[in-house]
């Protein structure tokens, strides 16, 4: 069964500090995946998509790393703001269409001052 | 503002009613997606169209939900008698082929 976890299930952190939430996957075949943001009662927001060959891409103080060998996704905020108190949910269609897709539960972030 | 919008955004109605919610994609992208989620969870994939044409439905699109994008513009997802699991977020996204899915805020519906 394609799964995707993620952990920690909920994370609180001091202004200004860094923090890293994983992404666990056993989707085959890979596609590419996609980090997303919600704010409580909105959309996610998209902040990365990294593909099969790519290892770290960035967003402002957003940084995802992928290993593709050990399926496993990192993501990275630095300096930590009130503003990134969100769900932070990891997405990895597989390549056989959208019927399969897989959220995983997200990581939910407080920031606290 | 261009972005995703649906419409309305809370919805409350008595089990066994129909429901019928409205999503307006960003204008240039062709395809369009339909999510619920509920509290605590991921959005879960309902259906998926590109264009007017429905390419893809979840086995949870059950014979009470029907979608339609009519002229490949808005969609509209409508649940005919409605039941109290059916209450959720159901978000609609929409993307240009393959990149980026923009998030709409979502419909909240809650069946009582």
């Known amino acids: 069964k394609n799964q995707v976890e993620q952990s920690p299930q909920s994370l609180i952190i001091l202004e200004g500090k860094n923090c890293t939430l994983q992404c666990n996957y056993t989707v085959s075949p890979f596609s590419n995946l996609r980090w997303y943001k919600q704010d409580t009662g909105r959309g996610p927001v998209s902040l990365t998509i990294m593909t099969f060959s790519e290892n770290t891409k960035s967003n402002g103080r957003y940084t995802a790393t992928l290993d593709a060998d050990t399926k496993q996704s990192s993501l990275h905020i630095t300096a930590s703001q009130l503003s990134d108190s969100a769900s932070y949910i990891c997405?990895?269609?597989?390549?056989?269409?959208?019927?399969?897709?897989?959220f995983g539960t997200g990581t939910k972030l407080q920031v606290i001052p | 503002d261009t972005g995703v919008s649906q419409n309305p955004r809370h919805k409350i109605t008595k089990r066994g009613q129909n429901v019928t919610f409205r999503c307006d994609p960003i204008?240039?992208?062709?395809?369009l997606y339909w999510y619920r989620q509920t509290l605590g969870q991921g959005p879960e994939f309902l259906t998926y169209f590109q264009n007017e044409a429905q390419l893809e439905k979840s086995r949870l699109l059950s014979d009470r939900f029907s979608a339609e994008r009519p002229k490949g513009s808005f969609s509209t997802l409508e649940i005919q008698r409605t039941e109290q699991g059916d209450s959720a977020m159901y978000l609609c996204?929409?993307?240009?082929?393959?990149?980026?899915?923009?998030f709409g805020p979502g419909t909240r519906l809650t069946v009582l």
């Open positions: 204008s240039e992208h062709n395809r």
């Open positions: 996204a929409s993307s240009r082929t393959e990149d980026t899915q923009y």
């Open positions: 997405v990895v269609p597989p390549s056989g269409g959208y019927q399969k897709v897989t």
